[in-house]
């Protein structure tokens, strides 16, 4: 039985994968068994090669899943998760931000505490710029209050788990995935523990201002129903707020004789804000039924290109080639 599964996906990190695996290497060999479950997202450099040079070196710990296009870290995390044999698994990075030094404290300490489930890491310290931070708590604190399930502020998804709560996940497959969303949701006895972020070995973050935001809404809305009901109180209280203006209007028509351009404005003025309200309500409603248009559809969660994984039966090709 392989003790830990390494998670790693992957999107253009040609320059930072071999350094991640010797790191890997230095922080395990000869202190655990292990395995690397690399997924190239659909790369469109050369991390494809980088990948199958260090498989073709040390088949015996690497399996290397490629995807037909880029289908996103949601979706390279699940496939690593489909892949893994070991009895804890960890979702962790490949551009050296979050070290395999991390990982190992957090393997202890689930072997050391057997009623933990998870042991999950959050930045005590951020590196990123104040704007970012700023939106991020912001998410935490807005999605608190209209979630039905609590996420902890700053935690990653930097994180070890046993096979129990992998084999959960697993079993979640709706198409949008929101993994901070979801560990929450499967439950299970959770430990937190502070880390630092480093910075990047080389290259520039995949997640930009607007992906960031795309993904925050997107995680509001596959675990929270409570936006569907904005249109409800909104209509209430719209519905209220006309009819007391309307009788304001009509009041101050008969005392003081306003003219028919003045009122007429602030009608228009008043449609306007409601046309507005109701867009922004339908909007919501949208994006309800556009996740549940895709998610009916029944498509995979990603395509399988290639597989390299070891197999004890065919030792002498250095694995199989699924």
């Not at 922080?27 to 659909?42: C, H, K, M, Q, R």
């Not at 995935?177 to 070995?201: C, D, Q």
């Not at 922004?280 to 009916?296: D, P």
Request: aromatic letters at 12%; one cysteine or more; charged letters at 25%.
């Amino acid at each position: 039985m392989i003790k830990l599964t390494l998670a790693v996906p992957c999107f253009n990190e040609e320059d930072n994968v071999g350094a991640f695996y010797e790191a890997v290497k230095r922080t395990f060999d000869g202190v655990l068994s292990y395995e690397i479950v690399f997924v190239n997202d659909g790369s469109t450099d050369n991390t494809g090669e980088r990948l199958r040079k260090i498989y073709d070196s040390h088949t015996a710990n690497v399996t290397v899943v490629s995807f037909s296009r880029n289908f996103g870290k949601e979706s390279a995390v699940y496939a690593a998760l489909q892949h893994s044999r070991g009895e804890l698994v960890c979702i962790i990075d490949s551009d050296m931000q979050q070290s395999p030094d991390v990982a190992l404290e957090m393997v202890r300490y689930l072997d050391e505490h057997a009623d933990c489930d998870c042991c999950a890491a959050y930045q005590e310290k951020r590196i990123e710029g104040r704007t970012i931070s700023f939106f991020k708590d912001a998410f935490y604190s807005f999605a608190d209050k209209l979630s039905d399930v609590k996420m902890r502020h700053s935690a990653s998804d930097f994180r070890v788990f046993r096979r129990n709560v992998a084999e959960a996940l697993m079993d979640m497959k709706e198409y949008h995935r929101f993994s901070k969303g979801m560990f929450s949701w499967v439950g299970f006895n959770t430990h937190y523990i502070p880390y630092t972020a480093e910075s990047r070995l080389t290259g520039e973050t995949k997640w930009s201002f607007s992906k960031l935001m795309k993904y925050a809404f997107s995680g509001i809305i596959s675990f929270s129903t409570k936006p569907l009901r904005i249109p409800f109180y909104l209509g209430g209280l719209f519905t209220a707020a006309g009819l007391v203006w309307l009788i304001v209007i009509a009041v101050l028509g008969v005392m003081n004789g306003l003219s028919d351009n003045y009122r007429m404005n602030i009608i228009l003025s008043f449609i306007m804000l409601m046309s507005g309200l109701i867009l922004v309500c339908v909007g919501i409603l949208c994006e309800y039924i556009s996740q549940v248009f895709i998610q009916v559809k029944g498509r995979p969660i990603y395509i399988e290109r290639s597989c390299m994984t070891y197999s004890e039966e065919n030792e002498e090709d250095k694995g199989t080639v699924l």
